[in-house]
């Protein structure tokens, strides 16, 4: 069966109506690639070309490679503090609550973390937290939120793939979770969360419980965001670059449905949504942790110039 694409025909977010059939070598072309026959492997996965006139093979950047554990420790630390000043660009701090986290790669049950009452926009290297499976401090000496211990710390052991998590209060996402459903797949972006999101359906308060955490991360499963109802956001990833990427696209596509479905309200006009197949043909470009480690390096790198590296101390 050809990729297809299909519209919302306005009775419920079930019925769809065929708008249009792309042909099967379309979504080949796209996807596999004629463009990219000659690129190395990263550059093919990633979507780069690099082939100079002069002969040369340009690469996409990947994640670097380590000399010692402890190279790749500061490495995580530096990006977790870069990503929390990222977090407040965005304008996803509220008081003290929101978390991100990064497993140590030497103490690989411990995580770090933000201190508990220090703003996103000030945070440094030296600032973070380090705490065991137990919750207990090991480095710093600044409590941590008990909320980010007892949802991260219960992610962090149900996914040992997984070594970051991000979770904050987002406008958007605010506005779009309490309809407590998962996000329509409805453009290029958002086809990196197809089939690899859920939501969470219910509210018990602020999650002071180990056991509601362990209940989140058995809502996650294998995915790499959830929806929590009358909460806020949560994307985990193989690293802390992709996870804080893939909260700000999450956020951004929760912004995009709002203004979907209200200029859809108003205007009568029907909203496009990705086929599944279609969405599955995406995903391979969009959804892969590799690539969302590569879209969080503008913003590192911006972070990096607009504090003239400060926040690495």
Request: neutral net charge.
């Amino acid at each position: 069966m050809a990729p297809s694409i299909v519209a919302s025909n306005g009775a419920s977010n079930n019925e769809h109506v065929l708008v249009t059939e792309p042909s099967k070598s379309h979504a080949k072309d796209v996807y596999s690639s004629g463009t990219l026959k000659g690129e190395d492997n990263n550059n093919q996965r990633l979507g780069g070309m690099g082939r100079a006139k002069d002969g040369r093979q340009l690469k996409v950047r990947s994640y670097p490679k380590f000399d010692s554990l402890e190279e790749e420790r500061l490495y995580r630390k530096q990006h977790l503090a870069a990503a929390y000043r990222v977090f407040a660009n965005c304008v996803y701090d509220e008081g003290v609550a929101g978390h991100i986290s990064v497993r140590d790669p030497i103490l690989t049950d411990h995580f770090w973390l933000n201190p508990l009452s220090k703003h996103f926009s000030e945070i440094c290297v030296s600032d973070l937290i380090l705490v065991d499976e137990d919750g207990q401090v090991v480095v710093g000496d600044e409590p941590i939120n008990v909320a980010a211990f007892a949802i991260h710390s219960e992610i962090h052991k149900a996914r040992p793939d997984v070594h970051a998590a991000c979770h904050a209060h987002s406008i958007y996402g605010k506005a779009f979770l309490v309809f407590g459903r998962k996000l329509d797949i409805m453009t290029q972006d958002s086809t990196r969360f197809w089939k690899s999101h859920s939501v969470y359906p219910q509210f018990g308060g602020v999650v002071f419980d180990r056991e509601e955490g362990k209940r989140i991360a058995q809502h996650l499963g294998d995915g790499k965001a959830i929806i929590l109802q009358n909460h806020g956001l949560l994307t985990v990833g193989e690293t802390v670059d992709a996870a804080a990427f893939y909260f700000i696209s999450m956020d951004k596509a929760c912004q995009v449905q709002l203004l979907v479905e209200a200029a859809e309200q108003r205007s009568g006009h029907k909203k496009t949504i990705v086929s599944d197949e279609e969405a599955e043909y995406s995903y391979a470009q969009t959804g892969s942790q590799a690539k969302g480690w590569l879209h969080f390096q503008p913003y590192y790198d911006q972070i990096l110039a607009k504090t003239k590296r400060s926040f690495l101390r």
